[in-house]
């Protein structure tokens, strides 16, 4: 850790000191730290988070080197409204984006920013997606007033003085995220524990590689390297490279017989790309290993099959819903320590707890917003985006792969969402067209992780709709333009699962979390052409006793009707789907188009 005034940088890295200066004089802060990333940086920041009253330090024992900070209730979760990507022209953005013309947007954050470090101090935080050792390391560098989003940082991407000398030495240009919680402190003014602003802009420039966000200080809004970069600029960078930046799990499996497949997922946020990357398979002589829980870079190899590598180095996890009997693996991982918890509840003897962390609630908690909590208080104790923030290599089925610059070749790629009818467990399109059109299609009932309301459907294009940072139609047309870079026999497979389908009671037809081992061995029964499927109108679904239930208390009608393909319900989707299209405009692919009157005859002939 260096702090300096603004002038005397410690790197030799001539253009990055030229924009922290700037920013400096712009926002004005008392002191600019460099972030080395070091142990005692951490250390640092961490008491004087908790000397702040922002971070309490949690008992030593339980949960070794980990901290628990509550957020301020109007700044818990991504927001989608304030998101907008600022390209040169409007049609660039698309219907799915907010945008504001560049220059006027930048013109109305500057003044934002104009003093808003005041009092305050600025960190440089030098950080690569992906490995330092990667073909093209993918540099970026955010400058934040806030501590809280360091300590994240450091957890979530390779951050500091490593990362600095590697830019150096290749001079290499670098993605600039530029982060404010735009609260100002005026001379003597008192600090609170969560400064934030009522006024945010998270804001994209992907012609420029540029992130400016402004008045949050929580996850996906302020830690620039995972959903700004790695997503929405990266998007950018990929549709003009040829690769593909998606919001995708990472996952190996290993079937009895000892042959390894790696499969990805897209599905959107708390859909349960986490919960599936960290499985522990029900079904015998299955193995899982996770390579990464929540974004994907693939890239074609020299083989011609495309590999993916998780460009992150930590878990940012949905923490209700997460225990023991669901996803054992993300306990154990944060078990270690070493981990940020955001607004959850705190613990009498100094843990943590949250809904469905243990069956029996404890007696007494201090809630999320500080205070008394009992079983029989009418609120939930934690919100219901509260986060875990812990390193990957925590997690005790990390696969070796993990470490690989290059990734892994990707056999299969699954799509899925939240949907309470009309989508089955699971099916497989019929070929990269039709998993595009599967993928496009793609809807789910919205969740918490964004602001606004819950449970509503909506189209989620591969998972991606908040996180596109170009016009949607050209997104699905890179994607059909990614399948014709490869011999289709090389291409990775498509299916589409769902694991919220309900009985007409309200209760989920499908037990999910270990036991979508079941589908997932189907999937890899048909990469190797040994389970059967039936040719619906939608796509091919297992046929009956292909997927194996052996030990699961699920009867029959059951299973059917979670795998059901339904006319009616499909006859009422086409609509919904239609008016997707329809918003998607003239640039919507005409593959595309042809794709879906398929599928409407399909149904109609049904
Ligand atoms: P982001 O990190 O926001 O992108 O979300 P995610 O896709 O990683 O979602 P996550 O795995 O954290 O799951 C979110 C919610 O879905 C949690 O409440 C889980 O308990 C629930 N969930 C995950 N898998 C299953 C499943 O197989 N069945 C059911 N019923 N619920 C599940
Ligand atoms: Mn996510
Ligand atoms: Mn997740």
Known sequence: MTTTTATSAPTTHTGLVTWVDEVAALTEPDTVVWCDGSDEEWDRLTSELVDAGTFVRLDEDKKPNSFLCQSDPTDV?????????????????????????????????????????????????????????????????????????????????????????????????????????????????????????DTKYIAHFPETREIWSYGSGYGGNALLGKKCYALRIASAMARDEGWLAEHMLILKLTSPEGRTHYIAGAFPSQCGKTNLAMIEPTL????????????????????????????????????????????????????????????????????VWWEGLTETPPA?????????????????????????????????????EYDNPDGVPIDAILFGGRRKTTVPLVYESRDWGHGVFVGATLSSETTAAATGAVGVVRRDPMAMLPFIG???????????????????????????????RRAEDGSFLWPGYGDNSRVLTWVVQRLEGTAGAVD???????????????????????????????????????????????????????????????????????
């Not at 660039?92 to 920013?113: C, F, Q, R």
């Not at 054992?328 to 320590?337: C, L, N, V």
């Open 284 to 351: 015998e002589g299955w193995s899982a290993e996770m390579v990464g829980d929540d974004i994907a870079w693939m890239r074609f190899g020299p083989d011609g099959r495309l590999y993916a590598v998780n460009p992150e180095f930590g878990l940012f996890g949905v923490a209700p819903g997460t225990g023991m009997h669901t996803n054992p693996q993300a306990i154990r991982t944060i078990e270690k320590g070493n981990s940020i918890f955001t607004n959850v509840a705190l613990t009498d003897d100094g843990d």
């Open 364 to 400: 007494h908690l201090t809630d999320w917003k500080g205070r008394d909590w009992t079983p029989e208080s009418s609120e939930p104790s934690s919100h219901p985006n509260s986060r875990f923030t812990t390193p990957a290599k925590q997690t005790p089925m990390i696969a070796p």
């Open 77 to 197: 979760a991504r927001v989608e409204d304030r998101t907008f990507i600022a390209s040169a022209r409007k049609e660039d953005a698309g219907p799915t984006n907010n945008w504001v013309d560049p220059a006027e947007l930048k013109a109305t954050m500057t003044e934002l920013y104009r003093g808003s470090m005041r009092g305050r101090t600025m960190y440089v935080i030098p950080f690569v997606m992906g490995h330092l050792e990667a073909t093209v390391p993918m540099f970026g560098v955010e400058v934040t007033d806030s501590a809280y989003v360091v300590t994240n940082m450091r957890i979530m991407a390779r951050i500091g003085t490593p990362v600095l000398r590697k830019m150096e030495e290749l001079d290499a240009s670098f993605v600039k995220g530029l982060h404010s919680v735009g609260a100002p402190l005026a001379e003597g003014q008192q600090d609170v524990a969560w400064p934030c602003s």
């Open 470 to 500: 170009y016009h949607a139609g050209d997104y699905m047309a890179h994607w059909l333009e990614v399948g014709k870079q490869a011999d289709a026999s090389k291409l990775p497979r498509i299916f589409q699962v769902n694991w919220f």
């Open 536 to 606: 619906t109108p939608v796509g091919l679904v297992p046929e009956q006793g292909a997927l194996d239930t052996t030990g699961l208390d699920l009867d029959e009608d059951q299973l059917a009707a979670a795998l059901r393909v339904d006319t009616e319900e499909w006859k009422a989707e086409l609509p919904l789907i239609e008016e997707w299209f329809a918003k998607i405009g003239d640039k919507l692919p005409t593959q595309l188009a042809d794709e879906l009157a398929t599928l409407k005859e399909r149904i109609e002939q049904a």
